[in-house]
């Protein structure tokens, strides 16, 4: 696409705190940002009165291939990891290279109106016909000039349980997947688990790659692959570039293994993704009572010093019955589960749906500073975590400076004596919160 005229962005709220910010577009990038800026007449207007404007919200963990999927062939009704894996392997004989695009191509339309422009989606390579893969290759060149679709080729059935699982990831990092998935914890042992992590970090770092490992996704205590995943990480000087997914046993280990996991995590640049609403609906379920939330340790990873994201996983699929493709449902049940109730808790939550995923993608020029590409999502909400509560209305999402999409606001009509005809779910900043910015 061409590159929209310049666009001047005025009076924008910021999540660091900055109001009254114009912020000037032109070529596709931010070129200018400040209060009250000057620019040439003519120049395009885009009132931003106040709403909070951040960059797009980036979903670094999502299934695109079984996306939009529910019920086909039928649903989930223990709800268990398991009971999904083997739902979708029922499901596999049955796809069609024009279903799954048909069915991505109306998420990404879901994605952009709640201005998510980019998603990380595993596609499952343990298929001889690699369906799914040419599929969302197809979908991902499709979307490009609105979305960023980055694809994890993802053993779904072991890299070494699964026949051809390795010869057939091969073949999709050949066709242009870009990134390396695995699943230690469904290896057929845990010595199989560590072979995998080794092979698959190896095969990254002779091919340039990243790495992103579904890890240690169970309620299993002793499920440690993610030490191996650290271990190779920097045995490969692959710093940076890996992240490990779910990480839910972390939540029932042992608190000095715990102790001594999170600083190795931390010193080998492993990031971490979390998936709030699938952790919190697929894990525990072999539990009585208490049941156990089976979400990693959020605040822990992050006071050593991790990159933690937030990802979606799953919407409509043999996994989860629900999602729209709204990151803030994400990032504000990823905020209950862990407990991350106070202010800045609030925002980390807000950065782990925005800025941290971006790190995790390695997306180039991610960011509302001068220089950065003119992605952006007004949101009705004059903060981060105003953002959350009100699963924030998306007023306009701009994609290299051009609008390519609007919500009309959140309002309601009252009728009851002596109240306002209109009522509006946002709050004037309290002077407790004034200036609080980060
Ligand atoms: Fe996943």
Redesign the pocket.
Known sequence: MEHPPPLVIRTATLPDGRSGIDLLVEAGRFTALGPALRVAAGTEVLEADGWLLSPPFVDA?F?LDSALSHGLPRVNVSGTLLEGIGLWGELKPLLTEEAIVERALQYCDWAVARGLLAIRS?VDVCDDRLLAVRALLDVKRRVAPWLDLQLVAFPQDGLLRAPGAMANLKRALDLGVEVVGGIPHFERTAEQGADSVRLLCELAAERGLRVDM?CDESDDPQSRHIETLAFHTQRLGLQGRVTG??LTSMHSMDNYHASKLLPLIAEAGVHVVA?PLINITLQGRHDSYPKRRGMTRVPELLAAGVNVGFGH?CVLDPWYALGSADMLEVAAMGLHVAQMTSLQGQRQCFDAVTVNNARILGLEGYGLDVGCRADAVLLQARSPEEAIRLRAQRLCVLRGGRVVARMAPATAELHLPGRPAHVDFTRQTTPALAGAGR
């Open positions: 963990h299934h595993h579904h997914s779910h998936n996983d």
